[in-house]
C-alpha cells in the first residue's frame, strides 16, 4: 500500500520563473492538502483540496494555486518564483477533514 | 488566529530518561489535536491523533494529553532511546490545520 509520493524529490529554479509539484495521496485518500515548510519553522497551511475543489486555503498570495484530479492526485503550481519560496513543500493526504493526515517526504525547493 | 507554540525548542536528554514536551494553542475550539515526529530533510509521520472530545492517547511509549479549556497539551515519551531523536510537531485542527515550531529532541548514548 503506497503511500503519499511526491515528484520531483528536489528542484533549483530561477527567480521569476514557474514551478509545477506533484503529489499522489495514499489509496483511499480523497483530501489532499499541501503545506510550506521554512528552514527550522513549521508547515505553513497553503491549501486544501476535495472533489476536485479547493476547500480552504491558507495566507497565501494568489502566486499559489492548485488543482486535483478525478483520480485524487494533486499539483502544486508557483508563479513568478521569489527568493523567499524557498523552502520544503509538503503534501498530505486524508480521508475526509477530520481523519489522521498522512504526509509525503516532500519536495525541496530553491530558488536562486 | 490560532497560535501554536511548542516548549522548549530543543531538548537534549541521555538514553533511558522519560520526557515530556509541551503545546498550547489559543484558540480551544479545535476539532482535534496531532503530534507528528520529523527526521531531519523528510516529511511528517503522525504519532498520534486526539480527537477534540477525548482526554489522552496512548502508543507504545509514547502518551499524548490534551485540555482544550487550558489550551494545552503534552506528549510524554518514556524510556527514551537514541532513535527517538527527531523534531516532534504539535498541529491543531479548526477550519485549517495549524503547527507549532516543532522540539528538537536529542537523545544521547
Redesign the interface.
Known amino acids: 500500500d503506497a503511500g503519499?509520493t511526491q515528484s520531483p524529490t528536489h528542484l533549483i529554479k530561477t527567480r521569476g520563473q514557474q514551478v509545477t509539484l506533484r503529489c499522489s495521496p495514499k489509496s483511499g485518500h480523497d483530501t489532499v492538502?499541501w503545506?510550506q515548510q521554512a528552514l527550522?519553522?513549521?508547515?505553513?497551511?497553503i491549501f486544501?483540496y476535495y472533489e476536485e475543489e479547493e476547500r480552504?486555503r491558507?495566507n497565501f498570495p494568489d502566486r499559489f494555486s492548485g488543482h486535483q484530479f478525478p483520480n485524487y492526485s494533486s499539483e502544486l503550481n508557483v508563479n513568478a518564483l521569489l527568493l523567499g519560496d524557498s523552502a520544503?513543500y509538503?503534501c498530505?493526504s486524508s480521508w475526509g477533514?477530520?481523519s489522521?493526515?498522512?504526509?509525503?517526504?516532500?519536495t525541496?525547493l530553491t530558488v536562486t | 488566529k490560532q497560535e501554536v507554540t511548542q516548549i522548549p525548542a530543543a531538548l537534549s536528554v541521555p538514553e533511558g530518561e522519560n520526557l515530556v514536551l509541551n503545546c498550547s494553542f489559543t484558540d480551544s475550539a479545535i476539532y482535534n489535536l496531532q503530534w507528528f515526529r520529523q527526521d531531519p530533510g523528510k516529511g511528517l509521520t503522525s504519532l498520534l491523533l486526539i480527537q477534540s472530545s477525548q482526554r489522552e492517547q496512548t502508543s507504545g511509549r509514547l502518551n499524548a494529553s490534551l485540555d482544550k479549556s487550558s489550551g494545552r497539551s503534552t506528549l510524554y515519551i518514556a524510556a527514551s532511546q537514541p532513535g527517538d531523536s527527531a523534531t516532534y510537531l504539535c498541529a491543531v485542527t479548526t477550519n485549517d490545520m495549524r503547527f507549532g515550531a516543532g522540539t528538537r529532541l536529542t537523545v544521547k548514548p
Open positions: 503519499v492538502s503545506y527550522g519553522q513549521g508547515p505553513q497551511f486544501q480552504q491558507g520544503l509538503l498530505a477533514g477530520n489522521p493526515l498522512h504526509f509525503g517526504n516532500g525541496r
